[in-house]
């Protein structure tokens, strides 16, 4: 940030955003002793800015420095300054106006302000809408590559002209059908009822202001607004052109969250139909839903028929990775968007505290709805790329959340606001986002909180100490984890790879099975290595609780901590055998066990097994086991030991590392013995 542009800004009476680009360059000059007349410039300028939006009590910090400074002239600045910034704050023009001043506000007085975005992220806004409208062009013109390889073996020029009309022209046929194409799957999954502002406004009436002032603001028709009964916390909004987009809200996210949050979250969608990112997630995911709604009558087929059952379920099963392998092209401009739009719903409202809340409330109630065992709502499933948050990357800070709307007595908030931690400050966090259609809940409440103290507001969460409690933690440690992580979690892949290259030099031994076989022994030493990182020997086993592991900043998704937890057992599903999920409640939180049965029971009879979880059933048990955070907070167990003085319930044993040394073992030696048969006979 310039001086100058922090001036120009002044000049105009762009005051916030005077503010914003005057405080950044004060705190980069503070240590620069070389620059101090032109960082003392910044400063008196600074205090105009704050005169000029009420902000008097800032001014006044700001004069007192520069009292007793040692050049005559500052000082005479100070004093006046700080006398007409006195006047100002004890004689109000308005007495409510002063009672926000005085009590450092929550929001804004006004909306319609002008805040400073970090340049890195509108650039890599730009560069992400650019790279994917080319990468799915780039996708279409191979597809008709291919087609015409079929029917000549030379591409002439004239051919390549043919694929790039042809292109062209699919393009815009998908860009202006794809809005009708979504409306179709919306019709089959969500029974949307459409409705008027007339109806929103008792519901929601700072929201229905804010959609008025947007289009009345830029000449826009209203957005066509549909309503779900559903109880997950969902907002979004589709589209190609801002004159017809839709706006769809969920029932569960006007029980979730208040008026103001609601708006916030409302302005947060129309900021994306204001950077025009709507138009290019709903081209790039108009295909996936189509897909998406193949799944979905697949998965109906299954459940009917009674004869091939499975064969429609595996279809089912490959259709829905389809749908999220095509909706990853979206999540690059999805990601990347969110952090322009949640300045646009700041700078709307002037309440950029209300998204802050808004973000943790929905995750706390979509942590509440979402069963691990289960398949997510498809309301969540479908509306993926769209939404406001990412129901998967948001269930730990959504079972923090819970705690604290209990408001359980024996933990303080701040302790509870540690489980931003390791979404600040872990490097796996940045790695998981990637797979994710929005960043993490705490890096966008940081770029939030940067905001409220643009305005001058007090910020939520205590964030500023949370950031700083965050230095402290050991980043080499953190660093050292994550790279030896990274390359064992990413072995298998590795490994194969090195044994397709390996393959190739050994052309010469005439060996048609050759790369299978190094492929079998590379993937299954690199699950043997993987699985050895994930269950690690109980050596150091420890005593803790559910929120603890929680808020831990060094927690990762792959090195499985080996910990010791009482809890009482609230339930179980069966999953693809032989795994068995369970929900394990302790006296503040509640998460989801991982079980898996032995060989003989795999083989012989579940129902077995299912007895014994049916006995553990609203009983305390201790719990050990591996903890790992990733995408949602897992147990993957080892032992459930009954606290009962009934000797008759014996401990149950899960077999993690059986199954993953029998597997990869199994592999090894099929690699290995396909590799000797085929080269001595």
Not at 247 to 266: F, K, N, Y
Not at 319 to 331: E, I, K, V, W
Not at 436 to 458: F, M, N
Not at 491 to 509: D, G, N, V
């Amino acid at each position: 940030m310039s001086l100058q542009a922090g001036k120009d800004a002044l000049v105009n009476k762009r005051y916030t955003e005077a503010i914003a680009i005057l405080s950044k360059y004060c705190q980069d000059q503070e240590q620069n002793q070389s620059q101090e007349r032109d960082y003392i410039q910044a400063q008196m300028w600074l205090v105009s800015a704050y005169q000029r939006v009420g902000r008097s009590d800032k001014a006044i910090a700001i004069c007192e420095k520069y009292i007793d400074h040692s050049d005559p002239q500052v000082q005479i600045w100070a004093k006046q300054a700080l006398k007409t910034a006195n006047s100002a704050l004890e004689n109000p023009i308005d007495a409510a106006e002063a009672s926000v001043i005085k009590s450092k506000p929550n929001r804004y007085r006004k909306p319609h302000v002008t805040l400073s975005l970090n340049p890195s992220a509108q650039w890599l806004f730009r560069l992400s809408m650019l790279g994917t409208i080319c990468l799915v062009l780039g996708i279409i013109f191979l597809g008709f590559l291919a087609l015409i390889s079929l029917i000549t073996v030379t591409l002439t020029t004239g051919w390549l002209y043919v694929a790039i009309a042809a292109t062209a022209i699919a393009g815009i046929i998908l860009f202006f059908m794809s809005p009708w194409l979504i409306d179709i799957t919306h019709r089959q999954f969500y029974r949307t009822q459409w409705i008027t502002l007339a109806d929103l406004e008792p519901k929601a009436p700072e929201a229905v202001t804010v959609i008025e002032e947007f289009c009345q603001a830029r000449n826009l028709f209203v957005p066509k607004i549909g309503w779900i009964e559903d109880n997950n916390p969902v907002a979004f909004i589709y589209g190609v052109l801002p004159n017809s987009t839709r706006l769809i809200i969920s029932r569960g996210l006007l029980e979730t969250l208040d008026d103001d949050e609601i708006a916030a979250v409302i302005a947060c969608q129309l900021g994306r139909v204001a950077n025009w990112s709507f138009a290019v997630v709903t081209f790039i995911t108009a295909p996936a839903q189509l897909i998406y709604l193949i799944h979905v009558l697949l998965q109906r087929i299954g459940f009917k028929v009674k004869v091939a059952k499975h064969f429609w379920q595996l279809l089912a099963a490959i259709a829905l990775f389809l749908y999220r392998l095509t909706s990853y092209l979206g999540f690059g401009v999805s990601r990347s968007s969110i952090y322009v739009s949640d300045r646009f719903a700041s700078e709307a409202t002037g309440n950029p505290n209300a998204l802050s809340r808004s973000l943790p409330k929905m995750a706390r109630s979509l942590a509440n709805y979402t069963q691990l065992g289960q398949a997510p709502s498809r309301l969540l499933e479908s509306s993926l790329s769209f939404g406001t948050c990412d129901y998967r990357t948001s269930i730990s800070v959504g079972i923090v959340f819970q705690i604290l709307y209990a408001g359980y007595s024996g933990l303080s908030k701040p302790n509870l606001y540690k489980v931003f931690l390791w979404e600040l400050f872990n490097p796996w966090a940045t790695w998981i986002e990637l797979y994710s259609p929005q960043p993490l809940i705490g890096k966008r409440i940081e770029v939030l909180t940067s905001y409220a103290d643009q305005l001058g507001l007090s910020e939520e969460y205590e964030f500023r100490q949370l950031l700083s409690a965050g230095k402290s933690l050991n980043p080499k440690l953190l660093s050292q984890n994550f790279i030896s992580d990274l390359l064992i979690e990413t072995a298998p892949y590795t490994l194969t790879a090195i044994a397709l290259i390996t393959s190739t030099y050994f052309y010469w031994l005439y060996n048609n099975w050759l790369p299978i076989s190094l492929v079998a022994i590379g993937w299954g030493l690199g699950s043997m290595l993987k699985g050895s990182l994930k269950y690690p020997d109980y050596a150091k086993v420890v005593s803790t609780n559910l929120v603890n592991l929680l808020i831990d900043p060094y927690i990762s998704p792959l090195r499985g901590k080996p910990v010791q937890v009482p809890g009482e057992i609230l339930g179980y599903t069966m999953s693809d055998l032989p795994d068995y999920d369970l929900k394990l409640e302790d006296q503040a939180a509640i998460v989801h066990l991982n079980y898996v049965v032995n060989i003989k029971t795999f083989f012989a009879n579940p129902a077995i097994v299912l007895q014994k979880l049916e006995n553990l059933v609203g009983n305390t048990v201790l719990a050990t086991g591996w903890f790992r955070r990733g995408n949602m907070p897992i147990l993957d167990v080892s032992v459930l030991q009954p606290v009962l003085s009934d000797r008759s319930y014996k401990p149950l044993n899960s077999y993690h590392q059986l199954w993953n040394n029998l597997l990869s073992s199994v592999t090894v030696l099929g690699g290995l013995g396909l590799l000797a048969f085929t080269t001595l006979f």
